[in-house]
């Protein structure tokens, strides 16, 4: 009898996670005090004995997926754990797609680093492989949680990440010291037809990152576009009032995101932003990413 990936999970989890909501301006500042917010995460355990390696998956704008849901039963089926992080119901947030400010990205960092404490601390899981994956919203959440100046103000000490693998993350947001970040693989993953998430700024932090001795890479699909690893959409289809910010310039300037246009403090008001931005479903792209991902989990994971 062939084992499908859906055949592989074992055993499902679910737990609270107490956390803060930062402004941006706290995050920046390594200020820990926001309102307190309880989120929650989905373990999903292989068929097995553990302890088992980890991936804390962190979603994007939509909230948890389908995308999401596939990838966990795929880590499942070559023997790794799936923790799917919910940052947005425990907070009454449904989408950010509309209003990326009802819920900003870095604040989705501190819920990170507040899951990867409670992850290390699980006795069914070994808290030295533990790497995280994230979409979208949550793919800037991945590749920005490497940040050694973040990880100081707030990831739990002695606990960090294995490896970073961001999907179709923006990164076009000049952060200070954005370039000292953590000794640990950092492997992106992006469409080259994505319009929503343009790959350009990708490929040019990458080539800073890599200039500066960094483990990173840049891996891209042909006509792939965002969220193209998702079975929920068509191969096309338009979000007409998607907040869209990747044309704007901005840059970190005293705890603050500056529109460098403006000189003034950004806010999703500005007349950079745009409206409208297309996603759609690539299986061909899918089932590569899913072989890319498994090839290097088992090399760093030394899995069987």
Request: net charge negative.
């Given at each position: 009898m062939t084992i499908t990936p859906f055949q592989c999970t074992g055993r499902i989890e679910i737990y609270p996670i107490s956390t803060q909501t930062l402004s941006d301006h706290r995050f920046l500042s390594g200020n820990k005090k926001g309102d307190p917010a309880q989120i929650a995460g989905e373990l999903r355990q292989p068929v097995g004995d553990g302890p088992f390696p980890v991936v804390l998956l962190v979603h994007g704008s939509g909230g948890v997926g389908g995308n999401v849901d596939r990838w966990a039963a795929e880590l499942n089926s070559i023997g790794v754990s799936a923790f799917i992080l919910d940052c947005f119901s425990g907070r009454g947030i449904r989408s950010t797609i509309l209003d990326q400010s009802r819920l900003g990205s870095l604040a989705m960092i501190f819920d990170a680093y507040r899951a990867l404490e409670f992850l290390v601390k699980q006795p069914s899981l070994d808290a030295n492989r533990i790497a995280l994956m994230g979409f979208s919203k949550g793919g800037f959440v991945t590749l920005y949680a490497s940040m050694k100046r973040f990880q100081g103000y707030f990831a739990p000490p002695g606990a960090e990440f294995a490896a970073y693998l961001p999907f179709y993350p923006r990164?076009?947001?000049?952060?200070?010291?954005?370039?000292?970040?953590?000794?640990?693989?950092?492997?992106?993953?992006?469409?080259?037809?994505?319009?929503?998430?343009?790959?350009?700024?990708?490929?040019?932090?990458?080539?800073?990152?890599?200039?500066?001795?960094?483990?990173?890479?840049?891996?891209?699909?042909?006509?792939?576009?965002?969220?193209?690893?998702?079975?929920?959409?068509?191969?096309?289809?338009?979000?007409?009032?998607?907040?869209?910010?990747?044309?704007?310039?901005?840059?970190?300037?005293?705890?603050?995101i500056i529109n460098l246009d403006t000189g003034k403090p950004f806010t999703n008001q500005d007349a950079c932003v745009r409206r409208g931005a297309s996603v759609g479903s690539n299986e061909g792209a899918s089932q590569k990413a899913h072989a890319d991902v498994k090839k290097f989990l088992s090399g760093l994971f030394h899995l069987a």
């Open positions: 990164c076009d947001i000049a952060f200070f010291q954005d370039e000292d970040i953590a000794d640990r693989p950092i492997r992106i993953f992006h469409g080259e037809a994505d319009d929503w998430v343009p790959v350009e700024p990708v490929q040019r932090y990458v080539a800073r990152l890599q200039a500066a001795g960094k483990d990173v890479s840049l891996t891209t699909y042909p006509g792939a576009r965002h969220a193209f690893d998702s079975t929920t959409y068509p191969p096309v289809f338009t979000f007409s009032d998607a907040e869209i910010s990747s044309h704007c310039r901005l840059a970190e300037k005293d705890a603050q």
